[in-house]
């Protein structure tokens, strides 16, 4: 049993975001979950053969060194599995940099070292492939949205989305089998989602759901909710420090500076110009009538009813969706942002409200700006100005496992 437990925490680790990573805190040591006394858990990032050595960086950033010897036992574990009875036995030299791997050993009291008695590896390309697996479904079966309203005695979750027919009202009741997870504050990454509540939904919270939707559109059948409290800015840069790992910017809504921390996972992307956009996307406004030529998701959002691109139910129209955007476009450094760069950045909701910590980031966004800018709509109103708030529905807290 204690074995199928380890196998069972490697399993979830290994599998990414979408497994929903959690150690019980009874079993870690210093604050560090992939590190008990009796394993470690992490990414393999040097290999000394000559030293019989392997050093690997837990989730946390730990480096723990696998000492090994002659009688270190080797296996390959398919990620998602929970039993050693379907492991294959493998050697040393099947050990490679980027792999995860499950040191089982005696951990030394300082948590820097584990004398191996069997090394339990998931393979980097064997990862990679599950998690694309994972994310084709979430953008299959995937609804995403902002909540605007809750009713506890029901348990219903109302939410709005765009699509290319316009903002639409989406129901989702939850019942007592449905996963819930909620992103942690001034965190970045989508595995620090916490066990949550439907008590602890609040409106404006931003929600992304897989299950299935109704063939009308209007309500969502979830299995699994994570929501998360986000804020999504435009400004205009005025310093970078690439040593600090932070960026000065003006929001251009209230004028006011604001720090932007950039963190190792965060997402830094280049949206194109007006002539690129024609070469990649065909043209074409968000919003707008019909999809993009050739199959291609236009760019937007992917903030109230942004949906996957892998043809997923729409519920009267296109996606609209900044994280399959975000996927094709060219990513950067933070050395390649400059002084004058207009940008968006979404992070979760902090300590500090001056200070975010960034996300996912996209430069060159004068051109996203200016194809999101207000139009008149029905009833002589104005539709919101993305600057102003961002309130047309760019928001790309909640990114794919």
């Known amino acids: 049993m204690r074995v199928l437990f380890l196998i069972l925490a490697l399993g979830l680790v290994a599998a990414g975001p979408a497994a929903y990573t959690q ?19 992490g990414e393999v990032k040097t290999i000394d053969a000559a030293a019989k050595q392997i050093i690997i960086k837990t989730d946390a950033g730990s480096m723990v060194t696998v000492l090994l010897s002659d009688k270190t036992a080797y296996m390959r574990l398919a990620p998602g599995e929970q039993n050693l009875a379907n492991a294959a036995k493998i050697t040393f030299t099947d050990v490679a940099e980027g792999d995860r791997v499950w040191a089982r050993g005696k951990v030394s009291d300082d948590r820097k070292s ?26 299959k079966r995937g609804i995403l949205g902002v909540i605007t309203a809750l009713k506890p005695d029901t348990r219903e979750i109302t939410i709005s989305h765009r699509s290319a027919a316009g903002m639409q009202t989406v129901t989702i009741p939850v019942v007592d089998n449905v996963e819930m997870r909620r992103y942690a504050p001034d965190s970045i990454n989508f595995s620090d989602a916490k066990p949550s509540t439907f008590e602890e939904l609040k409106v404006g919270d931003q929600l992304r759901a897989l299950g299935d939707r109704t063939p009308d559109g209007l309500h969502f059948t979830p299995q699994k909710v994570v929501t998360g409290s986000f804020r999504t800015v435009a400004g205009t840069v005025t310093a970078v420090n690439a040593a600090a790992g932070e960026i ?15 963190k190792q996972d965060a997402v830094l992307r280049k949206f194109p110009s007006t002539g690129e956009m024609g070469g990649m996307m065909g043209g074409g406004r968000p919003g707008g009538d019909g999809g993009a030529p050739g199959g ?15 043809g997923g139910p729409r519920g009267g129209g296109g996606g609209f969706n900044i994280q399959d955007m975000l996927e ?5 450094s933070l050395a390649d942002l400059k002084t004058g760069d207009t940008i968006i950045v979404s992070s979760t909701k902090g300590v500090d409200p001056s200070r975010l910590t960034a ?24 539709a919101p100005n993305p600057a102003a708030g961002l309130g047309s529905g760019i928001s ?3 990114g794919l496992p």
Do not use: H, N, Y
């Open 23 to 41: 150690t019980p805190p009874a079993q870690t040591q210093g604050g560090d979950p992939a590190i008990t006394a009796t394993r470690a858990i």
């Open 114 to 139: 584990v004398p191996a008695a069997a090394v339990i590896v998931m393979t980097k390309a064997d990862i990679a492939k599950k998690q694309e697996a994972e994310r084709a479904e979430w953008r």
């Open 248 to 262: 000065k910017i003006t929001d251009l809504e209230k004028k006011q500076p604001l720090v932007i921390v950039i």
């Open 296 to 310: 291609a998701q236009r760019p937007g959002g992917q903030g109230p009813g942004a949906q996957g691109a892998g």
């Open 328 to 332: 094709r476009l060219p990513t950067i």
């Open 359 to 382: 996300i996912a980031l996209v430069s060159g966004a004068d051109t996203l700006l200016a194809m999101l800018a207000p139009r008149p709509q029905g009833g002589g109103q104005t």
């Open 396 to 398: 790309f807290g909640i």
